[in-house]
């Protein structure tokens, strides 16, 4: 009788004791699965998302003087940038501009939604469509208060799901 009550006893407590181990370990199971999952949805993204910069120009003549091609009393950069990617960029507002000249480091420019009214500061248009999704063309206006300098410039522009291109320019 002794045995099989000793018995019962180390079956309960076997019992008790794998259910505390996979209540501990199932969710911890569930969560990198998903954590996974969420990685492995972005990364795809990624690598379907690709953006190119096939031009860049200021406002400045080939005397190195500033002429105002658009009439808005800015200077101005323009960045065309080609979406040639399998994914639309969603919101083009939250995107990172930066321009570097000569050995200048990088300057992060705003969206002008969050310059505050502050120069320089970007917008867009799409200049081929209404979205900025496959094939469409993106033309970006850095806007200054005060011209630039004639000099070698580097843009980079980056997409909120982290993809870029840069590309180098004369003014």
Not at 69 to 96: C, H, I, L, P
Not at 109 to 120: E, L, N, R, S, T
Not at 130 to 145: D, F, G, L
Request: charged share 20%.
């Amino acid at each position: 009788m002794d045995k099989v009550l000793s018995t019962i006893l180390l079956m309960v407590a076997a019992v008790v004791c794998v259910t505390l181990v996979i209540n501990a370990v199932y969710p911890a199971i569930t969560s990198s699965s998903g954590a996974l999952g969420s990685a492995s949805a972005r990364m795809n993204e990624r690598m379907r998302s690709q953006i190119e910069i096939i031009h860049a120009s200021g406002e400045l003549d080939d005397t190195g003087s500033w002429q105002d091609t658009n009439s808005n009393g800015y200077f101005d950069v323009f960045v065309w940038v080609k979406n040639v990617g399998a994914e639309s960029v969603v919101d083009v507002r939250q995107s990172d501009v930066f321009l570097a000249h000569d050995q200048m480091v990088w300057a992060w420019i705003p969206h002008a939604d969050y310059a505050g009214g502050a120069y320089p500061q970007w917008d867009y248009v799409i200049e081929n469509g209404s979205s900025w999704s496959t094939a469409t063309t993106a033309r970006v206006e850095i806007r200054y208060e005060s011209p630039l300098a004639s000099a070698e410039y580097r843009i980079k522009v980056m997409t909120p799901n982290g993809v870029d291109d840069d590309y180098f320019f004369s003014m």
